[in-house]
């Protein structure tokens, strides 16, 4: 039975999304047993075709998809789940509708935990916040889900790394801290495998030193909780 053993579900808005801030985290938690799962509102087709282009605009969705599952199979989570929305535009797509689609795969999964983004997206990406707040409702109908994190950054740490474009909440807001360096190398192919987006990020041109500051260590904010006991997530972190 699904449901003999944990599991996760992180709702995100683009391919990419689950590789570059909770990529460590997923990868760890499947190494834990836990059943981890993917669902992508969209296949990123607003995005990088790469410089030099790894594809024409028109190829871009089927490529991305490709990757995300690439992604997947590198942080050995499972297979994704795709809403096939428009990128850039989902803030456009019937609220109702895909908060209904996101607690149907609740509903086949029966996750103890789901993770998405925050109110402000974490880089302000309209996309990002649309599906942060849809997963959200979603989390307040699914009644048999424990908790709803989001990913975050912290302000000492984009402080530190003078990243003013991310949107980073106050040290006091980060209920999990995971160390991800067992995972370092399953995290770095995850984010390889999204090769069109590669060079879209400033992260993957910085000394590894910089690197492994942002990309070694990820936060979240425990968004709402239903029940006092330790989740899967908090089991990996440092309260």
Known sequence: MLDRLPALLAVFAHPDDESFRPGGTLALLARRGIRVHLLTATRG????????PLCSPAELPTVRERELRCACAALGIESPHLLDYQDGHLGEANPEQVVERILAVVRELHPQVMLTFGPDGLSGHADHIAIGQWASEAFQRAE????????AVPQ????RLGMSQIHAVPDSQIAVTVDVSAVWDAKLAAIRCHATQSNSSPILRAPIERQRMFLGTEHFVRAHARMSARTCLDELGVL
């Not at 087709?45 to 030099?52: I, N, R, T, V, W």
């Open 45 to 52: 087709q607003a995005g990088s075709c790469g410089d030099p």
């Open 156 to 159: 000492s740490l984009a402080t």
């Open 144 to 151: 048999n889900v424990s908790g709803l994190y989001t990913v």
